[in-house]
């Protein structure tokens, strides 16, 4: 079979629920990409902020053999080692004192959503469960995270969704204190939208989000599903900002491309799970636990966050100088390596020009180019992108 001929059979026997691109990939090294024909691709989309320590990561692959050759699975009816080490890891790098395991950010959301809403009903109160969420936000597709996602595309078609979330505009502090009420359990949020558009929170908006719930009693969620694990040259994107939520849901990187979530929270309020009141089959399996150890480990023993701060600062410099020369580029704008530039016209074109010259490049909302690449690009591969894109630009007359 060739190319067209595993496209043609993929689009008769699977749901036709994504737009793909018509190339079919076979295998990976560090943030190369090699397609059924033999062409080569630099990936700057990383699986979406999935492939931090780059394709077929040796030393991930040889921990998931290893632990499969052991056991893969033993349900949560048992305790097992790898789940408790990795829980330990996460509790001592972040502001978390414990772990819920799950199998995708959609999944770590859900629980995020449940554990804060149970806080209330478990302290007799009966009436606050209203979730307040962001405008061109992201939270998932299930029910209850396609209802937290403030943006209409997601949810339409699928009402009615679940009941209780009310939508203000991201980086507006008036319009989230005129919200924040009795009546508020939760305020959920991205600290930089990631499918809304590489929008970054700023500083004063994090600390008057912290300060509102801290006065009303309401619990603070920051879902770092995509900028978690090192994305922004932190290991969390809160620390930017010095300023720690009561939830956490991390998912894309901790397994560099083995489906896994976990949602972080601190004692007072994850005290609100017990026993029976949320699960998972899979969540935290032994596989997946002793995969994303050696994930965690890795980003320690080579400094991942450090390349990422430096390749990060240099590829934004050099999309920023690109700005200079072509006037289509309206902004150059995120942290570490999730960049976003947002052009006047649509991006689409682009992102195919630079597929056929051999670079995968990301399009969100109609006209904001993301780049997301593995943490261990090189700057070579980023002036490869960047040459071409300035090719591109200079022959593109809009
Ligand atoms: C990708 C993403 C999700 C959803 O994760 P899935 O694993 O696809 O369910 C939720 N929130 C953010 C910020 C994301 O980027």
Do not use: C, H, V, W
């Given at each position: 079979m060739n190319e067209s001929d595993w496209i043609n059979l993929a689009d008769q026997v699977i749901a036709n629920t994504y737009k793909r691109f018509p190339v079919v990939f076979e295998s990976g090294q560090g943030a190369v990409l090699t397609d059924v024909e033999g062409r080569a691709y630099v990936d700057f989309v990383a699986g979406i902020a999935v492939c931090n320590l780059g394709h077929a990561n040796q030393g991930v692959a040889d921990a998931l053999a290893a632990q499969a050759k052991k056991l893969f699975h033993v349900s949560n009816l048992f305790y097992t080692t790898p789940q408790a080490e990795l829980a330990q890891w996460l509790v001592d790098h972040s502001f978390a004192d414990r772990v819920f395991f799950c199998n995708s950010g959609a999944e770590a959301n859900e629980a995020a959503i449940k554990l804060a809403r149970k806080n209330f009903f478990d302290k007799?109160?009966?009436?606050?469960w209203r979730i307040i969420a962001m405008e061109q936000s992201f939270h998932g597709r299930t029910y209850a995270t396609l209802s937290a996602t403030g943006q209409k595309k997601v949810r339409?078609?699928?009402?009615?969704?679940?009941e209780g979330f009310d939508f203000v505009p991201f980086n507006d502090i008036d319009a989230l204190a005129a919200n924040v009420?009795?009546?508020?359990c939760a305020v959920l949020l991205e600290l930089i939208q990631g499918e809304g558009g590489v929008l970054c929170a700023s500083p004063e908006y994090i600390k008057a989000a912290r300060r509102l719930c801290d006065e009303t009693g309401a619990i603070l969620i920051f879902d770092?599903?995509?900028?978690?694990?090192?994305?922004?040259?932190?290991?969390?994107?809160?620390e930017h900002y010095g300023v720690a939520p009561d939830i956490m849901t991390l998912a894309k990187a901790l397994g560099n491309g083995l489906p896994i979530g976990a949602m972080l929270a601190m004692e007072d309020v994850v005290r609100a799970f017990t026993p029976g009141s949320h699960a998972s089959t899979f969540g935290g399996t032994p596989v997946i636990t002793a995969a994303a150890l050696e994930v965690v480990r890795q980003m320690e023993r080579d400094d991942i966050l450090a390349s990422c701060r430096e390749t990060g600062a240099y590829f934004k410099e050099r999309l920023t100088a690109l700005k200079d020369r072509h006037d289509v580029i309206a902004d150059v704008r995120g942290v570490g390596l999730m960049l976003g530039m947002r052009l006047k016209t649509a991006g689409a074109p682009i992102v195919e020009a630079c597929m056929k010259k051999g670079y995968l490049i990301n399009c969100t909302q109609e006209t904001i180019l993301r780049f997301i690449p593995p943490l261990v690009i090189t700057r070579a591969q980023v002036d490869g992108l960047i040459a071409c894109l300035d090719d591109i630009f200079s022959n593109t007359h809009t």
């Open positions: 007799g109160n009966y009436n606050r339409e078609g699928f009402e009615p969704i679940l009420s009795e009546k508020t770092e599903i995509q900028t978690g694990m090192g994305r922004t040259g932190k290991l969390f994107a809160y």
